[in-house]
Every structure is written in C-alpha cells, then in structure tokens.
C-alpha cells in the first residue's frame, strides 16, 4: 500500500520577492504538499503519534514562510529540507508554490514552482 498525508492550498501572507515593493507590501502565497509516508499503523490505532500530524506540517511550512527570499526557489527548497529533518518517516514530498497576482505586468492569477524530492 501506498499513502500519502495531503495539505492543499494553505495560504501565508509572505515578503518574498526580487522587487523591493514585494518584500515591503507583500503577497498572498499558496502551498499544496503531498507527503508520501506510511500511515497503516494509524489506521489500526486510530492514533495521531503513529502517523504524520499535519497541524505540525503546517507549523514548520508557517516557520519557513516567514523568512524572507528572494525566489520561490529558494523558499521552497528551505521548506523540503525543513520537513525532511522535522518529520523523518517522510519518504518523498511533492510541493507546490505559487506567488498570486506576480508583479510582472501581466494579466497572470498566480506563478509559481513545483518540486518532487525523495529522501
């Protein structure tokens, strides 16, 4: 079997940018994550210590977010290595990251990066 703990579309209000107005006004920033992990001991013991809490996931994805960067890049790989040393039963994430409404003159909803990662 293989399982996976998903976390969609959470929202930060970051200062991530290479635009000086950006790390001063600021953005909207979304998140979706997929952490393959395995979670059968929780589905027989019905207990949160036997999988991957989540609330956690988004405290330590919270941590990185609000260290300003540069690139989308860059945050998001300071995000992968934080859940791969926060959550060591995590065998791979598939992470994506989008900046909304990018200030590069273009009628755009959002930009963004994705990245896979194992272990």
Not at 4 to 19: D, K, P, Q, S, T
Not at 32 to 38: A, E, F, P, V
Not at 55 to 60: L, M, P, T, V
Not at 90 to 98: A, D, F, G, S
Request: cysteine-free.
């Amino acid at each position: 079997m293989t399982s996976y703990i998903l976390l969609e579309n959470l929202r930060f209000y970051a200062y991530h940018g290479v635009a000086s107005q950006e790390t001063i006004v600021g953005n909207v920033y979304t998140i979706s994550l997929r952490l393959k992990t395995d979670i059968t001991h929780a589905m027989d013991s019905d207990e949160v210590t036997d999988t991957v809490n989540y609330a956690e996931i988004y405290q330590s994805v919270k941590s990185e977010m609000g260290v300003p960067s540069k690139l989308l890049e860059h945050v998001a790989g300071r995000i992968i290595r934080r859940l791969f040393k926060d959550f060591p039963t995590v065998e791979r994430i598939e992470l994506k990251l989008y900046k909304r409404n990018p200030p590069m003159g273009a009628d755009i909803e959002k930009a963004g990066v994705e990245i896979q990662a194992d272990r």
